[in-house]
């Protein structure tokens, strides 16, 4: 059983930074890709970013140039570092985990969900 426990969230200026961490907890994270999606208030949970096993990165649009993603295969993390934080990414933040599979998708098919990381960015 793989659990997902993310950290990090917290309340930021526009412009700031923040870096989530998400520590997967169970065997085989290294063939697992990873992913971070949020939630805002009132909206539906959209993808943010990825990384496969090889490392191949992938992000949404909103967020490419001032997100990165990156793992961490000996402590079984993932982060999420984000930059120029704008009142747009405030959301609930969750980190996911997808088992390999040939019809990889970064945006859908994840098999495990953390609980999320409040994230709120001021203006």
């Known amino acids: 059983q793989v659990q997902l426990v993310e950290s990090g969230g917290g309340l930021v200026q526009t412009g700031g930074s923040l870096t989530l961490s998400c520590v997967f907890s169970?065997?085989?994270?290294?063939?697992?890709?990873m992913g971070w999606f949020r939630q805002a208030p009132g909206k539906e949970r959209e993808f943010v970013a990825a990384?496969?096993?090889?490392?191949?990165?992938y992000f949404a649009d909103a967020v490419k140039g001032r997100f990165t993603i990156s793992r961490d295969n000996a402590k079984n993390t993932v982060a999420l570092l984000m930059n120029s934080l704008k009142p747009e990414d405030t959301a609930v933040y969750y980190c996911?985990?997808?088992?390999?599979?040939?019809?990889?998708?970064?945006?859908?098919?994840?098999?495990?969900w953390g609980q999320g990381t409040q994230v709120t960015v001021s203006s």
């Open positions: 996911a985990a997808q088992s390999p599979r040939i019809d990889f998708d970064p945006a859908t098919g994840y098999d495990y």
């Open positions: 169970g065997r085989g994270f290294r063939s697992y890709a």
């Open positions: 990384i496969r096993w090889s490392e191949m990165t």
